[in-house]
């Protein structure tokens, strides 16, 4: 298996445009997660979802951050618009259902707002 | 408040040398605590999951225990390698499995471990 898979690896963008982030779940995990990291903040959860169906977006900072799941095999993280303070490393992470279970993680995107 | 603080904040060490990092907890209900281990430029790896009912869990030179009573984790690290240079990751899980949720997930900051020749 090719693990997560996220793209782009990296994104710079100007301020006010929208930015889409994408990810590829491990084959056979019915569990997405998207986090951001930063140096100050560390790792946070935006979203996660089960069986496609969001769970949780209480981490979603504010509404110019939405997240779709339309198949099990597919999700994108959308920024609109896009301010500079967004500047972060944004992870996905795939897992079984069960909150004991291993989450994998991509590769992250890297995203510049300027 | 739910939270979770790791130290030290960051650690240099020389390799071959046995290294442990700490990992204190607020948090309820209890679940679950993870280590993480991230490569710079890389996403989370984990390497131990332990629940409220294990006191430690090994995978290969990395061993985590965990004190329930104390709220306290540690990933000691033994016979550092160069490899070994990395963030780690201390993550609470704050909710039963129910429904299938992941629950609550609260993160340390990480411990910045630099191991060198």
């Known amino acids: 298996d090719a693990g997560v898979i996220q793209s782009p690896r990296h994104e710079v963008t100007e301020m006010g445009q929208e930015v889409t982030l994408r990810c590829k779940p491990i084959s056979g995990h019915n569990s997405l997660f998207w986090y951001r990291q930063t140096m100050m903040r560390g790792l946070e959860l935006l979203i996660y979802f089960n069986n496609n169906v969001p769970i949780d977006d209480s981490g979603m900072p504010e509404d110019r951050f939405s997240a779709k799941m339309p198949n099990a095999s597919f999700s994108t993280l959308k920024i609109q618009p896009s301010e500079p303070r967004d500047s972060a490393v944004y992870f996905c992470?795939?897992?079984?259902?069960?909150?004991?279970?291993?989450?994998?993680f991509g590769p992250g995107t890297r995203l510049t707002v300027l | 408040k739910n939270q979770v603080e790791q130290s030290p904040q960051s650690l240099i060490i020389l390799e071959g040398k046995n290294c442990t990092l700490q990992c204190n907890y607020t948090v309820s209900p209890f679940s679950n605590l993870r280590w993480y281990k991230q490569d710079t430029g890389r996403g989370p790896v984990s390497l131990t999951i332990?629940?409220?009912?294990?006191n430690t869990k090994s995978n290969g030179r990395y061993t985590a225990t965990l004190d329930a009573d104390t709220k306290q984790s540690s990933l000691h690290i033994t016979a550092s390698q160069l490899s070994d240079s990395a963030s780690y990751i201390c993550?609470?899980?704050?909710?039963?499995?129910?429904?299938?949720?992941?629950?609550?997930?609260?993160f340390g900051k990480g411990t910045k471990l630099s191991v060198k020749p």
């Open positions: 993550v609470v899980s704050a909710s039963r499995n129910y429904g299938g949720s992941q629950g609550n997930l609260i």
């Open positions: 332990m629940t409220f009912s294990e």
């Open positions: 992470a795939s897992s079984l259902v069960a909150s004991y279970n291993e989450q994998f």
